[in-house]
């Protein structure tokens, strides 16, 4: 059997047309010597040179559109990132071109024309990398001309696309109409949104399930309700796993609700017994996490709370071992008055 049919046997990906890499090599190497009009004129080619190939085709249009920007070229390159996404509507550098071609109508002052296209972008491809980049390009564009209001109202519009609401983008809308919610003072519209976004989106598929269960706490904090804080913290920490396969799947905010939940145990709520219990808890659950020391602090102060003084100066053997080098075993820094051998 031939190499060429062992590779096609093997699922190996198709070669390059001949024309194509040519030309695409010898704009890459224009690009690299910063002559971009010459760089753009060569990726133009390329396309000429794709063998109708979508993906290739699509790619070169826009690395030439790209440099014609870089050129000094902006109407040329729109036409260039319209083209790619007119002509191939289904490739994965359409929505790209989409947006980059918004860019510049939003630079040149031609903001209704920049927002259709990122509409388009946010419609057509909600689960693409470059989405969530648009909707933030949208609603900055509506508020910078508009104010948040309008942002709040274009926002809310994109919440009843269907295509939207199912999508990975989804979440990023209810959060952006909670972040406008809170600016605009109506905290308690906000906690809705953000309440619908960790029930339609919850983990592991929403992207900010953890953000917003942690904003739904900032809002419960500020209303001074301590116990809507700690249930919006468990309702995070509650989905935390492992596995002694493939190890830990654990989210950016885990830790750091372990801890506010023991600190506002401790604090507000006035209950030691279960500040000790979630201090112990962030100490089991992540022993990595560079907040174990102010949870072995904390749990000295609730043990000292609870008449545990004992147990509150042992805990600074406990942190000297595991921890040598923190901030609190200089002096004056652990929270318990102990003895010198303590």
């Known amino acids: 059997m031939g190499a060429s049919a062992l590779a096609l046997g093997c699922g190996a990906a ?11 090599r010898r704009a890459e190497g224009l690009e690299r010597d910063g002559r ?4 753009a004129d060569a990726y133009a080619q390329s396309r000429l040179r794709c063998g109708g190939r979508a993906d290739l085709c699509a790619r070169a249009a826009v690395r ?4 014609r920007e870089r050129a000094g070229e902006p109407d040329r ?3 260039s990132y319209l083209e790619a996404a007119r002509r191939w509507p289904h490739d994965r550098e359409a929505p790209r071109a989409l947006r980059r071609a918004a860019r510049i109508d939003l630079v040149q002052g031609r903001a209704d024309d920049g927002r259709s296209l990122l509409r388009a972008a946010i419609s057509r491809y909600p689960d693409h990398g470059d989405a969530a980049a648009a909707l933030r390009d ?4 509506v508020e910078d001309r508009e104010g948040e209001a309008a942002a709040l109202a274009e926002a809310t519009s994109l919440d009843r696309v269907a295509r939207v609401r199912s999508s990975a983008l989804g979440d990023n809308v209810l959060y952006a ?4 919610r809170i600016r605009l003072a109506d905290p308690a519209a906000a906690e809705r949104a953000l309440v619908d976004l960790v029930d339609r989106y919850p983990y592991p598929r929403g992207g900010l399930w953890d953000e917003a269960l942690w904003l739904l706490a900032d809002l419960a904090e500020v209303r001074r309700d301590f116990r809507a804080v700690v249930r919006w913290l468990e309702r995070m920490v509650a989905v935390q796993e492992s596995s002694s396969i ?4 654990n989210l950016p905010r885990f830790d750091d609700a372990e801890l506010r939940i023991a600190r506002t145990w401790l604090g507000p709520l ?6 000790v219990r979630a201090a112990e808890r962030l100490r089991d659950r992540y022993p990595d996490s560079v907040l174990r020391d102010d949870a072995i602090v904390l749990q000295a102060r609730a043990e000292e709370a609870l008449g545990h003084h004992e147990r509150a100066c042992a805990l600074r053997s406990v942190l000297a071992r595991e921890d040598p080098h923190s901030r609190y075993l200089r002096p004056g820094r652990w929270p318990v008055r102990c003895g010198p051998r303590q």
Do not use: F, K, N, T
């Open 138 to 141: 949208l609603l900055q564009s």
């Open 64 to 67: 030439e559109a790209a440099e």
């Open 246 to 249: 493939v190890g830990s799947y």
């Open 177 to 180: 109409i909670a972040a406008l």
């Open 14 to 24: 198709p070669s390059l047309p001949r024309g194509y890499e040519l030309a695409l």
């Open 77 to 79: 390159a729109r036409r």
């Open 36 to 39: 971009h009009s010459a760089a």
């Open 270 to 275: 006035g209950d030691a017994r279960r500040a």
